[in-house]
């Protein structure tokens, strides 16, 4: 099953912009984690935050929780092409298992 | 250091083979293990997981099994594969996040 929902679905954006990723999931949480897949690769860690929790940063990542509206969102500063990757959301629960979103494709046109 | 492998890359099987995936994972012990499937374009789905040796759970019904015969040993299953089994077949360790294998590209045919 999907708990996560990526928006949108895909994402055109030019270099140097920034790109905003929503997710919205439907159950509690331990926490939330992003992830990001290169075309036909495994996936990446980005950045995990806590259902505690309400923003945290890595780098040029800006990630947001509110528990309340079960929504979360990803942000990317000043991006760039190299940037280019499908991005997903992931609960983890106290079940420890980690369930994933339908992801948004993000392209940086350089 | 940490790592998590995972093969074949590339597994081009006929409908009715059998299959055989396997993932370790180096320099920790106990790891909790999992198995997801990608169709294309989309995102992951949990087919099992495992807290530890012999430990399976199973996510979804299907034509697959998994199996831990060694704490960092995850063995991903079929006896006669299904065109429906094509996909892409990831294995992952959890710890603070979770790490992903390279993953392993199956095509049934």
């Known amino acids: 099953s999907q708990q996560g929902e990526e928006d949108p679905q895909a994402l055109s954006i030019q270099e140097g912009e920034n790109a905003t990723m929503n997710c919205s999931y439907k159950t509690s949480i331990n926490n939330l984690q992003w992830y990001r897949q290169n075309s036909g690769r495994g996936l990446v860690h980005l950045i995990l935050?806590?259902?505690?929790?309400r923003e945290k940063h890595s780098g040029r990542l800006r990630v947001t929780l509110d528990t309340s509206k079960k929504s979360s969102s990803l942000l990317i500063t000043a991006s760039r092409a190299a940037d280019t990757a499908s991005y997903f959301c992931a609960t983890d629960d106290s079940s420890y298992k980690l369930i994933f979103g339908s992801g948004t494709r993000l392209l940086v046109r350089p | 250091s940490q790592t998590i492998h995972q093969w074949p890359a590339t597994l081009v099987q006929p409908v009715g083979s059998p299959l055989s995936l396997e993932c370790t994972v180096e320099?920790?012990?106990?790891?909790?293990l999992y198995w997801y499937r990608q169709a294309a374009g989309r995102g992951l789905q949990l087919l099992f997981y495992?807290?530890?040796?012999?430990?399976i759970s199973s996510e979804v019904p299907q034509n697959l099994s998994a199996s831990r015969p060694q704490d960092r040993q995850f063995i991903l299953s079929s006896k006669k594969l299904l065109l429906s089994d094509s996909g892409f077949y990831l294995c992952?360790?959890?710890?603070?996040?979770?790490?992903f294998g390279s993953g392993t590209r199956l095509t049934v045919v």
């Open positions: 935050i806590r259902s505690n929790e």
């Open positions: 320099g920790t012990s106990n790891p909790n």
């Open positions: 992952a360790w959890r710890h603070y996040g979770y790490t």
């Open positions: 495992s807290v530890g040796i012999g430990q």
